[in-house]
């Protein structure tokens, strides 16, 4: 004879106690998982640099339609402007003088500071995006004695290193890990991940903006500068930022590019993706000229320590439209265009 069968109440009372030891299983299989994607959002949130702001669209329309003329501020040694808005003409060859601003020169990863203390921190290969910065707002009056001789601490790591203004490297390093910017989360235009990811579009845009405004909170925003990624702009629309840049508003532009197609690089070994400022151009001989602060003797890369290089105007543009578009504001984004 077969078993009886059970009463159909038992089966129901049974099925609770069977679903509480399911979902019992469940959990001891799976809460290591999900503890350890808890504490990576925390971290996440904690470390990111929070969304940069975006500029006024009016503002950005006009900065496009050359509307915006760049400030002068007063006792300012820096020309004004040749126009207000769109020049009728540009010079056939205009360049800035570079006599300070090519000496600019990262310090090196392995070495001793300025005050003769050996040290070694890997991110020091990563300041270029500050360096062109610090390149930039030379031209907006902000020469190498901006920041004094002092210690400065990379805070992704802890490593202390002293710098004078030799080499403009105090207010690199300042700009790169002290300036404090509105809204930023951390101090500095680098990110404090380790290995630092360097610095962004965003960062380049805000840090001139706030640097050349003088620290302007009610204004800085929209100072000057506006970010351009290349795939929504072409050739020739760089090539007449530059002219107006440099021309007429007698500053440089910054550009990301890929490091090794331009002349002071060699082309062979991984891409590397990089900041230069363009301080002129020559249109006769098609020619743009670039300064770089990544130098041979600090082991940055480069081929040669500062100076003023030239590359064709095609090459340099090829170098530029070489990085992927990363719009996203995520830390470690905002690549693939220039600043002007």
């Not at 959990?27 to 350890?36: A, D, G, H, M």
């Not at 907006?140 to 080499?167: C, F, I, L, M």
């Not at 680098?190 to 579009?201: E, I, K, N, Q, R």
């Not at 960062?203 to 929504?232: C, I, K, M, P």
Request: charged share 15%; glycine share 8%.
């Amino acid at each position: 004879m077969g078993e009886p069968d059970r009463p159909h109440g038992l089966r129901t009372r049974r099925l609770p106690r069977m679903l509480l030891w399911l979902c019992f299983w469940v959990y001891l299989l799976t809460w290591p998982f999900i503890f350890v994607w808890l504490i990576t959002e925390a971290y996440a949130d904690s470390t990111a640099v929070p969304a940069p702001r975006s500029q006024e669209a009016a503002w950005v329309a006009a900065k496009l339609a050359f509307r915006v003329t760049r400030p002068t501020p007063p006792g300012s040694a820096i020309a004004p402007p040749a126009c207000t808005g769109l020049c009728a003409s540009y010079p056939v060859a205009s360049v800035l003088d570079t006599r300070v601003v090519q000496d600019t020169l990262e310090p090196p990863v392995v070495g001793t500071d300025a005050a003769g203390h050996p040290y070694a921190d890997h991110n020091m290969s990563r300041l270029c995006g500050a360096g062109a910065v610090a390149n930039t707002l030379y031209f907006w009056g902000k020469g190498p004695s901006t920041a004094g001789p002092a210690t400065h601490v990379d805070p992704a790591n802890g490593v202390a290193t002293y710098w004078t203004t030799d080499h403009n490297r105090a207010y690199l390093l300042s700009l790169a890990w002290e300036t404090v910017i509105p809204g930023w989360r951390h101090a500095g235009l680098m990110d404090t991940h380790d290995p630092s990811w360097g610095v962004t579009l965003y960062g380049v845009r805000d840090g001139l903006n706030w640097e050349a405004s003088n620290h302007d909170a009610s204004a800085w925003q929209t100072y000057f500068y506006t970010l351009v990624w290349w795939n929504q702009s072409s050739a020739e629309e760089f090539h007449q930022h530059v002219r107006d840049d440099v021309a007429n508003a007698h500053v440089p532009v910054v550009a990301e590019v890929s490091a090794r197609r331009l002349p002071n690089w060699s082309p062979q070994g991984k891409p590397i993706r990089h900041f230069i400022t363009v301080v002129g151009y020559d249109d006769s001989n098609g020619i743009y000229y670039y300064t770089d602060s990544c130098g041979k003797s600090t082991g940055c890369g480069a081929l040669s320590d500062g100076g003023v290089h030239a590359v064709s105007q095609g090459r340099l543009w090829e170098a530029i439209s070489a990085i992927p578009v990363n719009a996203s504001t995520a830390e470690g984004a905002g690549d693939g265009g220039y600043v002007w």
